[in-house]
């Protein structure tokens, strides 16, 4: 008896192909496994947590900094990369990269300490060569983008053979591609379903990601600096989010953190801790206005995974010193008794 064996066969549309040869982008690297991340491989050593994918891009202007020849950069993840200038001629988007901002609500503490800059990417200048490449794609032409992050994330929920998978979209920049609304047609979602073991429905109406990955072991999880509505909408989307407190936020930055408290979030807490692995027990945010919260804090750096952790608590992260970052500047917390101040506020460490 003969046994024949059926070899499923995928079809990349056209224009996602061409955007993936003009920017050197492909399936399987454009989103970053925990093989090649540190933060997200954490998450393997629990057997209740999924593993996740992360996609990396430049944050906040520095596109912009990296396509222009004058800049003079010390550190070697911040300085000017020739082929990305070229990328961003070829492809007319010098007048878009003006306006572009990566990371519209961060501090410049923040700006400054991103851990974009920080391990391999100050030694190998390729980390922010392929970083700038994606963010480039985005800006270019961000429908096929994102069509081309459904094939990757179908690539690695294909390695899993069926189990969950996490997925962060937001890694290294606050990009806005959980709102884009993309097409697929009837073929295309058939292929990716059979290729991938997916089960996405059709539709005749363009979908944000996760709406397409709705009937999937998918979770989309992020952290954000933004204002509660933007919260709020990314969480429309049944997307799990972390808020962030930007301690050096002029005037908000307490203020912000209630609210976003208040309104059912967690909340993600820098501190320049002394001692690896000792936290707080409670942190208590107080506002100009009066307002004041007490939380329960967890250790944030055991695993990323954060819909793990309850709503309404503080993740401590432990501060980590990027290239050409100070661990000492006012987006940190210091890990010290007593209040201290932060942006229209204060923020006491509870032991």
């Known amino acids: 008896m003969t046994i024949l064996t059926t070899y499923r066969r995928l079809t990349i549309p056209n224009d996602v192909k061409q955007l993936f040869a003009d920017y050197s982008l492909s399936i399987s690297g454009l989103m970053t496994g925990a093989a090649s991340n540190a933060k997200i491989s954490k998450n393997l050593k629990f057997d209740n947590i999924p593993p996740a994918v992360i996609?990396?891009?430049?944050?906040?202007?520095?596109i912009s900094a990296v396509i222009n020849k004058d800049n003079a950069a010390e550190s070697i993840n911040r300085r000017y990369v020739e082929h990305l200038a070229e990328l961003s001629k070829n492809f007319n988007l010098t007048d878009k990269l003006k306006t572009y901002s990566g990371c519209p609500w961060s501090s410049?503490?923040?700006?400054?300490?991103?851990?974009?800059?920080?391990?391999?990417?100050?030694?190998?200048?390729?980390?922010?060569y392929a970083r700038g490449r994606r963010t480039l794609a985005a800006i270019d032409r961000p429908a096929e983008y994102v069509?081309?992050?459904?094939?990757?994330i179908g690539h690695h929920y294909k390695k899993q053979a069926g189990g969950a998978l996490s997925v962060r979209l937001k890694g290294t920049d606050e990009n806005n591609?959980?709102?884009?609304?993309?097409?697929?047609?009837?073929?295309?979602?058939?292929?990716?379903?059979?290729y991938y073991g997916l089960n996405i429905n059709y539709s005749d109406k363009p979908r944000v990601i996760s709406e397409i990955f709705k009937n999937d072991s998918i979770i989309f999880y992020e952290y954000s600096k933004a204002p509660l509505t933007y919260l709020k909408r990314l969480t429309a989307l049944n997307i799990d989010v972390t808020a962030s407190l930007v301690a050096d936020r002029p005037t908000t930055g307490a203020a912000d953190a209630i609210t976003a408290i208040n309104?059912?979030?967690?909340?993600?807490?820098?501190?320049?801790?002394?001692?690896a692995g000792r936290i707080p027990r409670r942190l208590i945010i107080s506002d100009d206005t009066?307002?004041?919260?007490?939380?329960?804090?967890?250790n944030g750096?055991?695993?990323?995974?954060?819909?793990?952790n309850k709503k309404q608590c503080a993740v401590i992260l432990k501060a980590k010193k990027s290239a050409g970052g100070d661990?000492?500047?006012?987006?940190?917390?210091?890990?010290?008794?007593?209040?201290?101040?932060?942006?229209g506020g204060t923020i006491e460490l509870i032991y």
Do not use: M, W
Not at 55 to 62: E, G, I, N, T, W
Not at 147 to 152: C, D, K, P, V
Not at 177 to 194: A, P
Not at 290 to 298: A, H, T
């Open 55 to 62: 996609l990396h891009h430049l944050p906040d202007k520095q």
């Open 108 to 128: 410049s503490g923040c700006r400054r300490s991103c851990l974009v800059y920080s391990g391999r990417s100050n030694i190998f200048k390729a980390v922010q």
């Open 147 to 152: 069509r081309g992050l459904i094939y990757s």
């Open 177 to 194: 591609l959980h709102f884009k609304k993309v097409s697929l047609s009837v073929n295309e979602i058939n292929n990716i379903n059979s």
């Open 263 to 275: 309104a059912g979030y967690r909340l993600a807490v820098p501190i320049a801790l002394n001692k």
């Open 290 to 298: 009066g307002r004041r919260v007490s939380i329960k804090c967890y």
């Open 301 to 308: 750096d055991l695993f990323d995974y954060r819909p793990a």
């Open 327 to 343: 661990i000492l500047s006012a987006f940190f917390i210091a890990d010290k008794l007593g209040p201290q101040t932060i942006g």
